[in-house]
T-cell receptor, first 114, second 112 residues
Framework: DTGVSQNPRHKITKRGQNVTFRCDPISEHNRLYWYRQTLGQGPEFLTYFQNEAQLEKSRLLSDRFSAERPKGSFSTLEIQRTEQGDSAMYLC????????????FGPGTRLTVT | SQQGEEDPQALSIQEGENATMNCSYKTSINNLQWYRQNSGRGLVHLILIRSNEREKHSGRLRVTLDTSKKSSSLLITASRAADTASYFCATDLSSNTGKLIFGQGTTLQVKP
């Protein structure tokens, strides 16, 4: 257990539905990252926050995806109008800026879009 | 897009043998990190090597970095069945963001 939690762990949804995932970071970590991982691939960066500010978004992040980190604590990732291609593991990771650079990953949320 | 390529994609060895995984990348880096992922779970940080370092050790792990060749290797000595997992290298291009770019990973199976 790294201290980063994600909920839900699994989500099955029908195409076209909206889904929201939550990540609770290690409390003192001010950076929070979202990655997406498909089967047999390494994680791909989606977006990151420093405190409550969203500082970078990947071009992979279509306008159906939105992420927030109110008050610089937990973060949510919402996918609107889900598509089958959104099926993946969504990973959250946190880091202490100015620290040792390593990231602490949550267990992930596995999304299946039917 | 993926920055790194890992080699081999899959590796199967007997317990007690050493396992070596290689990672190549394309652009200058701030540091390179190795992570382990057990099936269906999150990633666990193993070791980090900075761009000005050439070799680093942590327990049974040894990492090397050759910035002129843009490559790194991870050696696991005296492997155990519990080392069975996927291993990913990840490059940190800039300490300003900490964003990691991962390779495709090496799947290691250690047979008891």
């Amino acid at each position: 257990d790294t201290g980063v939690s994600q909920n839900p762990r699994h989500k099955i949804t029908k195409r076209g539905q909206n889904v929201t995932f939550r990540c609770d970071p290690i409390s003192e970590h001010n950076r929070l990252y979202w990655y997406r991982q498909t089967l047999g691939q390494g994680p791909e960066f989606l977006t990151y926050f420093q405190n409550e500010a969203q500082l970078e978004k990947s071009r992979l992040l279509s306008d159906r995806f939105s992420a927030e980190r109110p008050k610089g604590s937990f973060s949510t990732l919402e996918i609107q109008r889900t598509e089958q291609g959104d099926s993946a593991m969504y990973l959250c990771a946190t880091q202490l800026a100015g620290g040792t650079y390593e990231q602490y990953f949550g267990p992930g949320t596995r999304l299946t879009v039917t | 897009s993926q920055q790194g390529e890992e080699d081999p994609q899959a590796l199967s060895i007997q317990e007690g043998e050493n396992a070596t995984m290689n990672c190549s990348y394309k652009t200058s880096i701030n540091n390179l990190q190795w992570y382990r992922q057990n099936s269906g779970r999150g990633l666990v940080h193993l070791i980090l090597i900075r761009s000005n370092e050439r070799e680093k050790h942590s327990g049974r792990l040894r990492v090397t970095l050759d910035t002129s060749k843009k490559s790194s290797s991870l050696l696991i000595t005296a492997s155990r069945a519990a080392d069975t997992a996927s291993y990913f290298c990840a490059t940190d291009l800039s300490s300003n963001t900490g964003k990691l770019i991962f390779g495709q990973g090496t799947t290691l199976q250690v047979k008891p």
